[in-house]
């Protein structure tokens, strides 16, 4: 189905509160939760591994979507598969055999997913159109929360296109407030990343302002 899905990033949440963070954002009406892991290589930040998202997971309902910002990613598949992750988005910039990453995400029981930084061509992934649940388009260059929007809606309407009938999602992801995401929303997209965007303005004990923040999305 392609109702547009809203997935809060908790790189955006209280870091000592995650697994209250993630109740209560699915309690204001999250459908997914986006799970940001990084390396300090890959990216220029740090934020956590498969021991943090074991630890998350039971506090979620409904998907957890990890989006790796690591290479090289093979070594850890096993581990995030066993911490619960249901969907699991390598970059295609992360390494020379993306092929064989998703493959063996799938073959750990996962979704699969493929996400293209900004500077990254379409094509850099037409091979693997049959191999993927879903195509995580960056609207900014991986590592922080709160950068400014980088318009991909040629990428994204080229990506759909690519798709075809395919059951594959288009996820945005960097910069997705409620004045960007009609914009990736009509050129394509379904699954709609947004930290600072849902969690400001709410907390732990106060987390009303998260469901006003996801409904103006
Ligand atoms: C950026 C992360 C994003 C980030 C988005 O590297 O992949 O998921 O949390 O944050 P906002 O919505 O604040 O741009
Ligand atoms: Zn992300």
Redesign the pocket.
């Known amino acids: 189905d392609r109702a547009i899905k809203i997935a809060p990033?908790?790189?955006?949440a209280d870091f000592a509160s995650f697994g209250a963070e993630c109740a209560a954002v699915e309690a204001q009406g999250a459908d997914w939760i986006?799970v940001?892991v990084?390396d300090g290589h890959f990216?220029p930040?740090i934020t956590f591994g498969p021991a943090t998202c074991a630890a998350i997971r039971p506090h979620i309902k409904g998907v957890m979507d990890v989006?790796l910002?690591i290479a090289p990613v093979d070594p850890y598949i096993d581990a995030f598969a066993d911490a619960g992750a249901d969907v699991l988005t390598a970059h295609v910039e992360a390494g020379p055999h993306i092929h064989r990453t998703l493959q063996a995400i799938r073959g750990a029981g996962m979704k699969a997913g493929v996400a293209l930084n900004p500077g990254t061509p379409a094509s850099a992934v037409a091979e693997l159109m049959d191999m993927v649940d879903l195509i995580c388009v960056?609207?900014?260059?991986?590592?922080?929360?709160?950068?400014k929007?980088i318009d991909m809606t040629a990428k994204i309407k080229t990506l759909r296109d690519m798709i075809g009938d395919r059951p594959v999602h288009i996820e945005i992801?960097?910069?997705?407030?409620p004045k960007t995401a009609p914009l990736v929303a009509k050129a394509g997209a379904d699954v709609l990343?947004?930290?600072?965007?849902?969690f400001r303005g709410g907390s732990v004990s106060d987390p009303a302002p998260y469901g006003d923040n996801i409904r103006a999305i």
């Open positions: 990033s908790i790189l955006a986006h940001d990084m990216v930040n989006h910002m960056m609207t900014v260059n991986p590592g922080f929360g709160g950068q929007f992801d960097g910069g997705v407030d990343v947004a930290g600072s965007a849902v």
